[in-house]
């Protein structure tokens, strides 16, 4: 059985609200420069929920993959010529970012484990919410396919 503590447990909450908020945010808004503020909005969660740890995978790959994920919407708001941007340039990524956070989680191994059969029973756990996660994300992206197709439906009329 997995054990959770109530401090991992919080802190997962809070930067997955955090992803939530910014996929929120970018869905509702057209504006790059405000897509920007949210994905860094999380990164500086996520960091934040580790207290600047910068060994855990929470800071060194957000922050990175923050940096590259806005790196598009970036040279577009400063006016670079570029093929077009859409919002889905940076929900996908926030997607993939809160997908990845789910998977990490902010626990910290102090000691190299070597109970294998403690980290097996783990796994299906693990694996059952992440697959919930993927459903959610699933029906959140057929929401979006299809208020675009209206849309695209409606100007063609």
Same mark, same amino acid.
């Given at each position: 059985?997995?054990?959770?503590?109530?401090?991992?447990?919080?802190?997962?909450?809070?930067?997955?609200?955090?992803?939530?908020?910014?996929?929120?945010?970018?869905?509702?808004?057209?504006?790059?420069?405000?897509?920007?503020?949210?994905?860094?909005?999380? #990164?500086?969660?996520?960091?934040?929920?580790?207290?600047?740890?910068?060994?855990?995978?929470? #800071?060194?790959?957000?922050?990175?993959?923050?940096?590259?994920?806005?790196?598009?919407?970036?040279?577009?708001?400063?006016?670079?010529?570029?093929?077009?941007?859409?919002?889905?340039?940076?929900?996908?990524?926030?997607? +993939?970012?809160?997908?990845?956070?789910?998977?990490?989680?902010?626990?910290?191994?102090?000691?190299?484990?070597?109970?294998?059969?403690?980290?097996?029973?783990?796994?299906?756990?693990?694996?059952?919410?992440?697959? #919930?996660?993927?459903?959610?994300?699933?029906?959140?992206?057929?929401? +979006? #396919?299809?208020?675009?197709?209206?849309?695209?439906?409606?100007?063609?009329?």
């Amino acid at each position: 059985m997995l054990v959770l503590s109530k401090k991992v447990f919080i802190k997962t909450v809070i930067v997955l609200l955090s992803c939530l908020l910014s996929i929120s945010i970018i869905s509702i808004t057209n504006n790059p420069i405000v897509h920007i503020a949210t994905i860094w909005m999380v #990164c500086i969660i996520a960091i934040l929920s580790l207290k600047i740890d910068f060994t855990h995978p929470y #800071c060194w790959f957000s922050l990175f993959f923050s940096l590259y994920s806005s790196a598009y919407a970036i040279l577009n708001s400063l006016g670079f010529e570029t093929m077009g941007y859409d919002s889905l340039n940076l929900l996908l990524p926030i997607v +993939f970012l809160s997908f990845i956070f789910l998977i990490i989680t902010p626990k910290k191994n102090e000691v190299l484990n070597n109970n294998f059969d403690a980290q097996l029973k783990n796994l299906p756990i693990k694996f059952i919410i992440a697959t #919930c996660y993927i459903l959610f994300l699933l029906i959140l992206w057929s929401l +979006f #396919c299809v208020k675009w197709v209206v849309s695209v439906v409606s100007s063609v009329l």
